[in-house]
């Protein structure tokens, strides 16, 4: 069925002794392209993640500073991301952005943090994929500030309806997750009428937030079904239009062939 997670944390601990299998088993299942992201500040994630690369040449990778570590941004970590990404198959350069939820980093850290990553995936040429809790429209105004013209990617989106509409106006593009399945998400429902197919992914951000029924449990990249199921039933639209289209979108951002 060619199913594509665009998101996920393959090199977690949760995932020690059996991450091989899980990929193994997405790919006997119908995947098409799976995409773990590495973190820069967790001692043996590029090494998880490398592995993890191995097991299937349709695993790819990303990393960046996310907004929660700002704080411990160092010239050192940025040397680090560099050299995974220049000798891995990325497929993006995140998460990077903005969480004003949480604010594990202060908001003035975030930002110039942010700029950094927006200057370097530039720079590589890289799609920028977003984390933001929040904080859409700062997120947005760093963008246009820095005249970013690759494509953009809004991961794991939990924003309003109106940011939705900026971010699909700009030409971005927009990931759900499994909180689409939840009982209580019924505004990120009516967010889905309103992306088109060419501009979705489909993600699990596992090990987090796994869809109904398996809500509370350590959710796996084999769960992205039930995502582009709920998707495509919102959406009004067979199942292999929707991967097809979320797999059009990853050819179209990444130059990757399928």
């Given at each position: 069925?060619?199913?594509?997670?665009?998101?996920?944390?393959?090199d977690?601990?949760?995932?020690?002794?059996?991450?091989?299998?899980?990929?193994?088993?997405?790919?006997?299942s119908?995947?098409?392209?799976?995409?773990?992201?590495?973190?820069?500040?967790?001692?043996?994630?590029?090494?998880?993640t490398?592995?993890?690369?191995?097991?299937?040449?349709?695993?790819?990778?990303?990393?960046?500073?996310?907004?929660?570590?700002?704080d411990?941004?160092?010239?050192?970590?940025?040397?680090?991301?560099?050299?995974?990404?220049?000798?891995?198959?990325?497929?993006?350069?995140?998460e990077?952005?903005?969480d004003?939820?949480?604010n594990?980093?202060?908001?003035?850290?975030?930002?110039r943090?942010?700029?950094r990553?927006?200057?370097?995936?530039?720079?590589?040429?890289?799609?920028l994929?977003?984390?933001?809790?929040?904080?859409?429209?700062?997120?947005?105004?760093?963008?246009?500030?820095?005249?970013?013209?690759?494509?953009?990617?809004?991961?794991?989106?939990?924003?309003?309806?109106?940011?939705?509409?900026?971010?699909?106006k700009?030409?971005?593009y927009?990931?759900?997750?499994?909180?689409?399945?939840?009982?209580?998400?019924?505004?990120?429902?009516e967010?889905?009428?309103?992306?088109?197919?060419?501009?979705?992914?489909?993600?699990?951000?596992?090990?987090?937030?796994?869809?109904?029924p398996?809500?509370?449990?350590?959710?796996?990249p084999?769960?992205?079904?039930?995502?582009?199921?709920?998707?495509?039933?919102?959406?009004?639209?067979?199942?292999?239009?929707?991967?097809?289209?979320?797999n059009?979108?990853?050819?179209?951002?990444?130059?990757?062939?399928m």
């Amino acid at each position: 069925m060619n199913f594509v997670d665009f998101h996920c944390h393959l090199d977690f601990k949760d995932f020690d002794g059996n991450r091989k299998e899980i990929v193994e088993e997405c790919f006997n299942s119908g995947f098409a392209k799976l995409v773990t992201v590495a973190d820069p500040y967790e001692e043996g994630s590029y090494d998880r993640t490398i592995e993890t690369l191995q097991y299937n040449e349709n695993v790819f990778c990303m990393a960046a500073a996310h907004p929660h570590n700002a704080d411990r941004y160092t010239v050192e970590i940025e040397k680090g991301i560099l050299k995974f990404i220049e000798k891995n198959s990325a497929a993006g350069y995140g998460e990077a952005g903005l969480d004003f939820h949480y604010n594990f980093s202060t908001p003035d850290n975030q930002v110039r943090v942010f700029k950094r990553q927006i200057a370097i995936a530039d720079e590589l040429a890289l799609p920028l994929i977003i984390h933001s809790r929040k904080a859409e429209k700062a997120v947005i105004h760093a963008l246009e500030q820095a005249q970013f013209f690759k494509p953009v990617v809004f991961h794991c989106y939990t924003g309003s309806k109106g940011d939705a509409e900026e971010i699909l106006k700009r030409g971005y593009y927009i990931s759900i997750s499994g909180i689409v399945t939840f009982k209580n998400a019924e505004f990120l429902r009516e967010i889905v009428k309103i992306i088109p197919p060419d501009r979705m992914f489909t993600e699990t951000d596992s090990p987090y937030l796994s869809p109904v029924p398996f809500r509370g449990k350590t959710n796996t990249p084999l769960r992205v079904t039930l995502v582009a199921e709920k998707v495509a039933e919102i959406k009004g639209i067979p199942l292999e239009q929707l991967n097809r289209c979320v797999n059009e979108n990853f050819e179209r951002i990444t130059g990757q062939q399928m």
